[in-house]
């Protein structure tokens, strides 16, 4: 069985990365429930039912081989008309970034957009989005932990360019990191 954070690759094929990535989904849009990368097995985990009134605006997971500074994959979320099961590999493209401090650390979510959904595909860059479709987004990062007693400070929207820095970044962490026996899950 591959795993999903450490065998597949983070390129699509004929495309440059960090512009285009693929990504693996673990939450579908519109589900209140939270899953995460068990990192050991690979499989998913429930992590919780989301306390609040309030439900993922987007398909939710990870870009393979990355490391963000709190430790896991690096977040993305990507656009799409319809809900994309967990555990599946998608073709997306960086349209923009919104960091959150979470717990006291920098939390990055890169936005994207699926590269074979015939809508949001055309979108090139966050500022293309209606303006409500990031209210909505950053609604919901204030107020899901809320009713857990936790609390989030969710900046605004931010260009592609930083996206794709810190996609970068998070690729040479998570390189960096295995070379030198770090990463959690795999076997040394």
Same mark, same amino acid.
């Given at each position: 069985m &591959?795993?999903?954070?450490?065998?597949?690759?983070?390129?699509?094929?004929?495309? *440059?990365?960090?512009? *285009?990535?693929?990504?693996?989904?673990?939450?579908?849009?519109?589900?209140?429930?939270? /899953?995460?990368?068990?990192? !050991?097995?690979?499989?998913?985990? &429930?992590?919780?039912?989301?306390?609040?009134?309030?439900? /993922?605006?987007?398909? /939710? !997971?990870?870009?393979?081989?990355?490391?963000? *500074?709190?430790d896991d994959p690096l977040d993305v979320l990507v656009y799409c008309t319809e809900e994309i099961p967990p555990l599946t590999i998608c073709r997306a493209r960086a349209v923009g970034v919104m960091t959150m401090i979470d717990q006291g650390q920098p939390d990055h979510k890169v936005i994207a957009v699926l590269q074979d959904d015939p809508i949001y595909s055309e979108f090139q860059t966050a500022t293309h989005f209606p303006k409500h479709i990031f209210k909505m987004l950053r609604q919901f990062f204030e107020e899901y932990k809320n009713l857990e007693g936790k609390q989030v400070a969710v900046d605004e929207m931010q260009p592609v360019e930083l996206a794709y820095q810190v996609i970068e970044d998070s690729l040479t962490r998570y390189w960096k990191s295995r070379q030198k026996g770090e990463i959690k899950g795999l076997v040394v």
């Open positions: &591959i795993h999903p954070w450490h065998d597949v690759t983070p390129a699509c094929e004929g495309r *440059e990365l960090p512009q *285009e990535f693929q990504a693996v989904i673990e939450i579908p849009k519109g589900s209140r429930n939270k /899953y995460e990368l068990d990192k !050991g097995s690979g499989l998913l985990r &429930i992590d919780r039912v989301l306390s609040s009134a309030v439900h /993922y605006p987007a398909n /939710y !997971g990870f870009i393979p081989q990355t490391l963000a *500074e709190d």
